[in-house]
């Protein structure tokens, strides 16, 4: 069976089966722009691979049928076992599924689901995620308060308690006056983008109160390898021997010698500035982007010229002579750093700092 991976969004590779893929670009979870990559390492955005549609509802095969499970069930078991395929009922109590176990980890990270969110495996049994060893949870933004209930209260029986508490609108058209209200009427694509952005919003407020900004690591550019060179040269000597073809023995014979030495030239420098862009985290050819340069400080340097202040000329206008005198110069250097992003996986890095000539004072 073909193993596929894809990147969420927190840059984690997750990997999964041919079919799983395509139920999960169905349900939404992998968009057109999601990057994927083959067993052979091969990466491209989701909507290049052949036979997946985006944006529709799960629906599960004959071979992994849905269990019969309620969301209001309350559960009887201390841990669920692992298993290969689980399902998650959203805030509707509509199941969604199956998914292996890697992406619902994965969902767990990113705060689509939380501890209280009813999961459920493959053989029917049902609990919340809170009780799957194997899942680990981030700290995720409640829209409402919950009252007061048992520690061993069903989460749909708490959300259906709070949403009596709030007045519908009586027309599809008027606008929502409550959070909750906004939630339910959203798909389960747009709830996700929601716990998202709200995930976002707390990671940048975090790091704006702790008074940290975002440090990224600094890489040094590689040399690039002999091969490349050498490859540079048999191009360039094929096209010499093309010239020389050409003039010795006939237009004919050198033009194509000279066609295929410029082909081979042209070539291998693509390949050299394919490597000297590459991402450091991927290693994909021509993957770096720049995204920010910033100048770290300046300095001016000064240096003497003799400067021309008076020519004396014969009567057919040619310079005899020049009367010089020392003339002081300053120009700027600015220290410059660079960063980058990779095109591919997103990963991103700073260049080493480097002086670039600014101008004359």
């Not at 007045?167 to 798909?187: D, F, L, M, Y």
Request: glycine share 8%.
């Amino acid at each position: 069976m073909a193993k596929w991976f894809y990147h969420n969004g927190n840059g984690e590779k997750i990997e999964v089966t041919g079919g799983q893929l395509k139920g999960l670009a169905k349900a939404g979870m992998i968009t057109p722009d999601t990057i994927v990559e083959t067993e052979e390492g091969k990466t491209a955005p989701a909507r290049k691979v052949k036979g997946l549609t985006f944006g529709e509802t799960i629906q599960p095969s004959a071979e992994s049928a849905q269990p019969a499970i309620s969301p209001n069930a309350v559960p009887s078991v201390t841990t669920l076992a692992v298993s290969e395929n689980w399902y998650y009922y959203d805030d509707r109590g509509k199941a969604l599924g199956p998914i292996p176990l890697n992406v619902l980890q994965s969902f767990a990270r990113d705060g689509i689901i939380t501890p209280e969110t009813v999961v459920a495996n493959e053989k029917g049994l049902s609990a919340p995620a809170r009780k799957v060893k194997e899942l680990m949870f981030v700290e995720t933004a409640q829209p409402f308060d919950k009252p007061n209930s048992p520690a061993s209260a069903n989460p749909f029986d708490v959300f259906k308690a709070a949403m009596n508490k709030i007045s519908v609108p009586s027309t599809p058209n008027e606008p929502a006056t409550n959070v909750i209200e906004a939630i339910v009427r959203e798909s389960p694509k747009e709830r996700i983008s929601q716990l998202k952005h709200q995930r976002e919003k707390r990671l940048a407020k975090q790091k704006r109160l702790e008074g940290t900004s975002k440090s990224l690591e600094v890489h040094e550019e590689e040399d690039v390898p002999w091969n490349f060179f050498i490859s540079q040269c048999m191009g360039a000597v094929i096209m010499w021997a093309g010239f020389v073809s050409i003039g010795l023995i006939h237009i004919i014979l050198g033009i194509p010698i000279l066609v295929a030495g410029f082909s081979f030239w042209v070539y291998a420098t693509g390949q050299k500035e394919a490597f000297r862009n590459r991402c450091p985290s991927c290693k994909q050819g021509s993957a770096r982007q720049l995204t920010k340069t910033t100048e770290l400080g300046s300095e001016t340097i000064k240096y003497t010229v003799d400067e021309v202040v008076g020519t004396i000329r014969d009567s057919k206008g040619a310079v005899i002579s020049t009367t010089t005198r020392p003339a002081e110069r300053t120009y700027r250097l600015a220290t410059q750093e660079n960063e980058y992003r990779c095109q591919y996986c997103g990963y991103e890095w700073k260049g080493p700092t480097y002086k670039e000539f600014v101008g004359f004072c």
